[in-house]
């Protein structure tokens, strides 16, 4: 097979320069792609802050005028304490539960799990409107507040504890769920405490996971705009500050500044997160023995009461939204009533905006998953050349860059008269560019780990016998990489419904999805109809995900028996 791949005929020689040069076109093609969906917004987002109103650079006096402004200070303040508490809350929180998860016998382990996993099915929004009416004005439980009120910081922690859940216990149970059987039999061997085996195994074998939870956590925390929106009151924080310098003042220039600072923690927790992922070493040798929990009534019961305990705030906040959509008039007339699904009696659009969010979700899906999976098999799978290699720095750009700050960069560019690509400004094609942009970098890595599992032995077989890469693509790759695929449009489609941020700043009147009219019907005093305008997105991706893990059952069994069927042939 080398020597003919080596050596090929005339003819293979003249498909594989064929093949060679459509390769070159696809990378250029997805390389460009990139660059307009990523890097070119962010270069006019910095640009525009080193220019003032006429164009003209200004260097770094737009930024002295931030410093020298008190209530901007005070923002940046404001932002970095949130965001710290934030962390310290949530993240032992979600520690906790993930351990309760993976090294004890809890009953119910899939239920606790899916019911952690809840806030991200939901936007931002949908907490902040739930705890006004738990503990706001009329909350049925602000006597609990002791006379303070629930807006502003402490009710931006708590719904922010709320949101960054899901994420520290998706990474503290995939850093908790594998390890080494052996070192805890040692231990046990020793009549070591189990206090002493959680600090001298446990917790070090876990802290990449922990370091890598409270950096999410807190960029979250800061560049959040819902939430802080919603239920911040007078408290600034600097995702609001964008929005109040762009939508209140006009004032681009500072809008640019803010967006440049509140790319700073991004990007430090990008560099952070890649450093430790350096130094990370792994938890599993060839000869090391899976840890499986063994049954402790005692400790059992008291992890039983741990995920019970974490599980309440997050249904009761949840089940709050829910009874709150479907009563006449909160807290006066709490009869039933779908007078809040009435949309059209509080919003002109009516409908139309949640229609618009599943239309830009679909959309977002479909091309979203294409270019990641498109560009990550070029990547992966064939010669990287100086476009790949561009490409794929470039597809990992997103995951250090806010909603906010990308969506403004699209503000800035895409809204030049000069640009040609002007025409798609305000209309849906932007905001699914941006929103594809903003959460490319996860689909772009799950597309590399399943091509990663395919071996490169497809391809040279393919070269081999004459067949063209398309050929292979559409015949063996795609079809082994179905399940991954499925994933990869999920997580577009759940995303592309809950965004607030991404899109504050580029929808049109006739494009405004669900989730920016949960922030107007909120503005209004609508709370109800906003409360049920998010629980229809957190309705719909609820839909999402269970059509997934249905589809992908269904997939694996078969595949499952195409494998077996090999199996019994070899």
Request: aromatic fraction near 12%.
């Amino acid at each position: 097979m080398s020597d003919l791949t080596a050596h090929p005929p005339a003819a293979w020689r003249f498909r594989l320069d064929s093949e060679a040069v459509t390769r070159f076109v696809a990378s250029a093609i997805m390389l460009a792609i990139a660059l307009i969906i990523v890097v070119l917004p962010l270069y006019a987002l910095l640009s525009q802050s080193f220019e003032d109103k006429a164009g003209h650079f200004v260097g770094l006096d737009n930024f002295i005028n931030y410093a020298k402004d008190p209530i901007l200070r005070q923002s940046v303040l404001n932002s970095l304490w949130v965001a710290a508490l934030t962390v310290s809350i949530v993240v032992p929180l979600g520690f906790l539960f993930s351990y309760a998860l993976t090294r004890s016998c809890v009953p119910g382990k899939g239920l606790f799990k899916g019911i952690a996993l809840l806030p991200i099915l939901a936007p931002s929004l949908l907490p902040a409107i739930a705890l006004i009416y738990i503990f706001g004005n009329q909350g049925y439980l602000k006597w609990l507040m002791f006379g303070h009120t629930i807006y502003g910081p402490v009710g931006i922690i708590i719904a922010q504890v709320f949101h960054c859940f899901p994420f520290v216990v998706l990474i503290m149970t995939t850093a908790l769920g594998t390890a080494d059987a052996r070192l805890y039999e040692a231990a046990e061997t020793l009549n070591t405490s189990r206090w002493r085996i959680f600090w001298t195994i446990t917790f070090p074998s876990a802290r990449y996971g922990v370091i890598n939870a409270c950096f999410v956590v807190f960029t979250t925390a800061i560049v959040d705009f819902g939430i802080a929106k919603v239920i911040g009151g007078k408290f600034n924080m600097l995702a609001v500050d964008v929005y109040r310098q762009i939508i209140g003042q006009a004032n681009f220039q500072m809008g640019a500044v803010i967006g440049v600072i509140l790319l700073l923690p991004a990007v430090l927790t990008f560099v952070v997160e890649r450093i430790t992922y350096r130094h990370q070493t792994s938890q599993l040798t060839s000869r090391a023995v899976i840890l499986e929990p063994k049954p402790s009534r005692r400790f059992d019961l008291t992890m039983l009461a741990v995920v019970v305990l974490l599980s309440i705030p997050i249904l009761g906040i949840l089940g709050t939204a829910v009874f709150a959509s479907f009563v006449t008039l909160w807290p006066y007339d709490l009869s039933f009533s779908l007078g809040s699904f009435d949309f059209g009696a509080y919003d002109p659009g009516g409908w139309s905006s949640y229609w618009n969010s599943v239309e830009m979700a679909a959309w977002t899906a479909l091309f979203g998953t294409v270019l990641a999976f498109g560009g990550a098999y070029l990547a992966e799978k064939h010669r990287k050349g100086p476009l790949l290699v561009s490409y794929h720095i470039i597809a990992m750009v997103p995951l250090a860059v806010p909603g906010i700050v990308l969506g403004l960069g699209y503000v800035f560019f895409f809204n030049l008269p000069s640009n040609p690509l002007n025409v798609v400004y305000g209309t849906m094609a932007i905001l699914v560019m941006c929103t594809i942009g903003h959460y490319f970098t996860v689909p772009h890595l799950m597309a590399l780990t399943a091509l990663k599992q395919i071996d490169a032995e497809f391809e040279a077989a393919s070269q081999a016998l004459g067949v063209s890469f398309w050929t292979t693509l559409r015949r063996v790759t795609i079809p082994i990489s179905i399940p991954a695929i499925i994933d990869m449009a999920t997580y577009f489609f759940v995303n592309a419904m809950t965004t607030v941020a991404g899109v504050i700043f580029i929808y049109a009147s006739t494009t405004k999805v669900a989730s920016i009219a949960v922030v107007a019907l909120n503005d209004t005093g609508d709370e109800g109809a906003a409360c049920a305008m998010a629980m229809m997105i957190l309705y719909t991706s609820a839909g999402v995900k269970l059509l997934q893990v249905v589809i992908t059952k269904v997939l694996l069994r078969s595949q499952q028996q195409w494998r077996s069927g090999n199996r019994a042939t070899a």
